[in-house]
């Protein structure tokens, strides 16, 4: 990589560039550096899903723009878990779409892009749209509470009105995935922070239980604290934890402190894990009675 010109070392460039530039062709064999795609060679080997789009950018053509899950990757939205972006997905409003190994090439009459980095890539709700041709219905309902929430680290994919989901979805019309697009609309919620939350909110609703606030505020002695799922008539607070608030010292003190906040101000809180999301029988029956005990006070 050193013996690169600076102009080539930070991505994927094409072979004739790299001629212009002075460097030996010798340097351009196959074989002498990654060759990601014909005619294109890169300084590295790339593994994640930012290196592997940026090994494609010199071919794309003018308004091409990475698409469907690819895009959503990119703008860190949620997709499944051990999800592969095998293929990455590329749109072209006109003409003819890429025709490269591991690239899968999409039409459409419009296509509104912008840029993650220095990456061309569809809007965040069009990337959500999309993918509700490519995932399941719950990952698609992940990805519109992300969109409504605060997950993405994008200002531009993060915290947007439900209205402008709606909208998206009857600007969608009866194209893939429409009618998985108009079913998850009735379950996404603004103020979800993270997808296990999606999660266990749906389990416990589609057990039959009341729906909860999401990430509702609680009123303690030292001001208010968030909880991922609250149930205020009942005074019941339900939070999901994942193995860093067992591994991480400084949390699992934090959720002490935290616990005894929510007792004193004489709430109920409940804490779940991914084993109450593979088997959620004793969660159910726990926050079941709980809420008929804080109902009957």
Not at 148 to 177: C, D, F, N, Q, Y
């Amino acid at each position: 990589m050193h013996s690169l010109p600076p102009l080539l070392r930070d991505g994927a460039f094409r072979v004739g560039e790299a001629l212009e530039l002075g460097l030996p062709e010798r340097r351009l064999r196959p074989g002498a550096l990654p060759t990601p795609h014909h005619g294109v060679r890169a300084p590295r080997e790339s593994a994640s899903l930012v290196d592997r789009c940026r090994d494609v950018l010199p071919v794309l053509g003018t308004g091409q723009c990475f698409s469907h899950d690819t895009a959503a990757g990119l703008w860190g939205l949620p997709l499944p878990q051990g999800h592969r972006f095998d293929p990455l997905h590329v749109t072209s409003p006109t003409g003819g779409r890429p025709r490269r190994p591991g690239v899968v090439g999409h039409r459409a009459g419009t296509v509104t892009g912008t840029f993650v980095g220095a990456l061309p890539v569809v809007e965040p709700l069009t990337a959500w749209a999309q993918c509700a041709a490519l995932v399941p219905l719950d990952d698609v309902i992940a990805m519109g509470d992300a969109l409504a929430g605060r997950w993405s680290k994008h200002a531009t994919a993060r915290e947007l009105p439900i209205e402008r989901l709606a909208a998206t979805v009857r600007a969608w019309g009866s194209r893939r995935g429409a009618r998985r697009l108009r079913e998850a609309m009735r379950w996404i919620r603004p103020r979800v922070w993270s997808p296990r939350e999606t999660a266990l909110r749906l389990l416990l609703v589609r057990a039959g239980l009341p729906e909860p606030e999401c990430n509702g505020e609680v009123t303690t002695a030292e001001g208010d604290l968030h909880a991922d799922l609250v149930w205020r008539d009942a005074r019941l607070a339900v939070e999901y934890e994942g193995d860093h608030h067992r591994t991480d010292r400084g949390q699992w003190r934090r959720d002490i402190a935290r616990a005894e906040l929510f007792a004193d101000a004489g709430w109920r809180r409940v804490r779940a894990t991914d084993d109450d999301l593979a088997d959620p029988s004793r969660i159910l029956r726990r926050i079941s009675r709980h809420l008929t005990s804080g109902a009957l006070q």
